[in-house]
């Protein structure tokens, strides 16, 4: 099998890599680039722990291809931060507890992030609705949604 | 997984081309939402990937007086963003809302969920109630196939080996004309019709219906078009009495299974209780034109 050679850009940096026609740009990450931030939960789309973006679109990056990476910006968890500055919607999860084993964490902010973004003022509905495809089974969601929503005020300077 | 060649075309000549080639089972990459998992089944044999997105016309969507030319591989995401869609087929674009998470909505597209051919597929009630037409492009030139002639099977459509759907076109509807899609999931979000139906209404100035399209889903093996249920509603001011006679109809025309999603029966039911709210949303957006 023929390596494809891939340039794109993953949070900011210019990034080569070599992957494999079958590889996913859930694997090329963790594996080939060492980015482990972005987990593998169910590998079918459905739990969301590897979203990413890819063009600024929210996207679960176990259903993208590696080689679709050309040309394009990902961004990832590890893009979150400012160098060693933890981000608002970082520090509001920690404040809150919003998390207990973690692997659905690292998704579940960078889609927080995407919603943020797209709706700085979201509806508690809203914000379920927008991240009902990241599913964690330890925290029952309730947390999560106090640490969104005050990562939301935070961020509209209303905190 | 079973993908063993990425291949990029840069225009629909080229994508033709390689979707004609070889050997191997070739498919056509989009979103990926449903064939990427498909690729990662066990025994899935040696798949060739075309990715498409390349290609500008497979991402767009232009609408004006003659009506809704959709490139069919673009995001749901970016297609529901689209006021200027939403302003003339709302039942569409809530369709395309309906599928999956937010995850998904960045990747999957209308062309793809229609390709896909999904018995539940939610926007093929829809496209079908509006009348869309499918251009399909291959090596021996274009065809235009009707939306409800496209599905063939369960995960089966009319393309042959080499053939790519190419555009979506919906006719600008006539004037009063507006649509509706509901789908019953036992969830709120994330999940797959039980039973849909995508209706289309057109109103005169007295608000009696002179044209209608009923098409339901999840209730056979392809959507299906209902013209007896159409026929309840036309001549109508879409009173309780039409809205029963349609929802019946739909009902009687379901060939709905039992699985582990709902019984037959309940399919049935519901199918004509969707049809006949879908009829009401769609009528009443139809007065608002």
């Keep these: 099998m023929a390596k494809i050679h891939v340039n794109t850009t993953i949070n900011g940096e210019p990034t080569e890599f070599l992957c494999d026609p079958n590889d996913t740009l859930l694997n090329v990450l963790r594996y080939n680039l060492e980015l482990t931030g972005t987990k593998e939960g169910c590998g079918s789309g459905d739990c969301g722990a590897c979203s990413v973006t890819v063009n600024d679109r929210l996207v679960c990056a176990c259903l993208v291809l590696g080689a679709e990476a050309e040309g394009a910006e990902v961004g990832t968890i590890e893009g979150v931060a400012e160098a060693n500055q933890l981000s608002v919607i970082q520090t509001k999860f920690l404040e809150h507890a919003a998390l207990q084993c973690g692997i659905c964490t690292p998704g579940l902010i960078v889609s927080t992030q995407e919603l943020l973004k797209e709706n700085p003022k979201p509806t508690e509905e809203e914000a379920r609705y927008f991240l009902a495809g990241n599913l964690c089974r330890c925290t029952g969601y309730d947390k999560v949604i106090k640490a969104v929503m005050d990562s939301a005020e935070t961020l509209r300077g209303e905190a | ?289």
């Design chain 2, 1 to 289: 997984m079973a993908v063993v060649e990425y291949k990029v075309p840069q225009s629909l000549e080229e994508a033709v081309a390689m979707l004609s080639s070889g050997d191997q089972a070739t498919k056509v990459l989009a979103g990926g939402t449903d064939l990427i998992i498909q690729a990662k089944a066990q025994n899935t044999d040696p798949l060739v990937v075309v990715d498409i997105k390349k290609i500008n016309t497979m991402m767009g969507a232009s609408i004006d007086g003659s009506g809704l030319t959709l490139g069919p591989s673009m995001p749901c995401a970016e297609f529901t963003a689209r006021e200027d869609i939403k302003a003339v087929f709302p039942g569409l674009v809530e369709a395309a809302y309906l599928i999956g998470s937010t995850q998904v909505q960045g990747r999957c597209s209308v062309g793809g969920n229609l390709c896909n051919a999904s018995p539940a597929a939610d926007t093929i009630p829809a496209l079908i109630c509006n009348g869309a037409q499918c251009v399909i492009v291959g090596p021996n030139g274009e065809r235009t196939v009707a939306a409800e002639d496209f599905v063939t099977g369960v995960a089966q459509n009319c393309m042959q080996q080499g053939e790519l759907l190419k555009s979506i076109q919906i006719p600008q509807p006539a004037a009063k004309t507006s649509d509706a899609y509901l789908r019953f999931i036992p969830r709120t979000e994330m999940d797959i019709a039980v039973a849909g139906a995508g209706v289309s209404i057109t109103l005169d100035d007295a608000g009696v219906c002179t044209a209608a399209r009923v098409c339901i889903g999840a209730v056979a093996v392809t959507a299906l078009l209902v013209p007896a249920a159409a026929d309840a509603l036309i001549g109508s001011t879409i009173d309780d009495a039409a809205l029963q006679a349609a929802a019946e109809a739909a009902s009687a025309a379901s060939k709905p299974i039992t699985d582990r999603r709902g019984t037959a029966e309940f399919r049935r039911h519901v199918v004509g209780v969707l049809t006949k709210r879908a009829a009401k949303i769609a009528a009443d957006r139809a007065k608002e034109k």
